[in-house]
T-cell receptor, first 111, second 114 residues
Framework: GQQLNQSPQSMFIQEGEDVSMNCTSS?????WLWYKQDPGEGPVLLIA?????ELTSNGRLTAQFGITRKDSFLNISASIPSDVGIYFC???????????FGAGTRLTVKP | DAGVIQSPRHEVTEMGQEVTLRCKPI?????LFWYRQTMMRGLELLIY????????DSGMPEDRFSAKMPNASFSTLKIQPSEPRDSAVYFC????????????FGDGTRLSIL
């Protein structure tokens, strides 16, 4: 089955810096989702993308569905300490009984 | 609105014992998913249901694992007999319309098999 490659695995940044992470696949996806997971909790949806080229924002977060439909990006602007956590991408193909998750990007924000 | 509710939050038991994890999805959500999360393998979809019917159980690791959804508001994931390699965090999630739609996750059950 298709694999999702998420990078970077981890990031250590200063408060106020911008962050960028991405997911790529060798297969085409119809849906890209970005989740955040805090310690001891389940993943929480941040942004959902359904069209190639789509650019969607949620506060300081912006995500894009790549034109090739094989990748997606998540950017966080002006990071704050509560942005700490693990960010997951997830993708699925229409009419395909499969939702794949990336391995996650662990974000640490230093005050 | 109540989210997805899982119980127990933590379970520690000895290998060979039967383990039952429980989940109550969000009311009105037709899809229910069971996931397993480990450091080595990340988040893996084990099985999902649509309108209480199992649709795809290809992610279930082996016959020791079974899942049921007797009604729209309750599902169980059972491991019998349990083994140390089953130790993981198990998540239940639900969505309104399908696998490729946003899913709402519970807080998980942290399972430790000694």
């Amino acid at each position: 089955g298709q694999q999702l490659n998420q990078s970077p695995q981890s990031m250590f940044i200063q408060e106020g810096e911008d962050v960028s992470m991405n997911c790529t696949s060798s297969s085409i996806f119809n849906t890209w989702l970005w989740y955040k997971q805090d310690p001891g909790e389940g993943p929480v949806l941040l942004i959902a993308l359904y069209k190639a080229g789509e650019l969607t924002s949620n506060g300081r977060l912006t995500a894009q569905f790549g034109i090739t439909r094989k990748d997606s990006f998540l950017n966080i602007s002006a990071s704050i300490p509560s942005d700490v956590g693990i960010y997951f991408c997830a993708g699925s193909r229409y009419n395909n009984n499969d939702m794949r998750f990336g391995a996650g990007t662990r974000l640490t924000v230093k005050p | 609105d109540a989210g997805v509710i899982q119980s127990p939050r933590h379970e520690v038991t000895e290998m060979g014992q039967e383990v039952t994890l429980r989940c109550k999805p969000i009311s009105g959500h037709d899809y229910l998913f069971w996931y397993r999360q480990t450091m080595m393998r990340g988040l893996e979809l084990l099985i999902y249901f649509n309108n209480n019917v199992p649709i795809d159980d290809s992610g279930m690791p082996e016959d020791r694992f079974s899942a049921k959804m007797p009604n729209a508001s309750f599902s169980t994931l059972k491991i019998q007999p349990s083994e140390p390699r089953d130790s993981a965090v198990y998540f239940c999630a639900s969505s309104r319309t399908g696998l490729n739609q946003p899913q709402h996750f519970g807080d998980g059950t942290r399972l430790s098999i000694l």
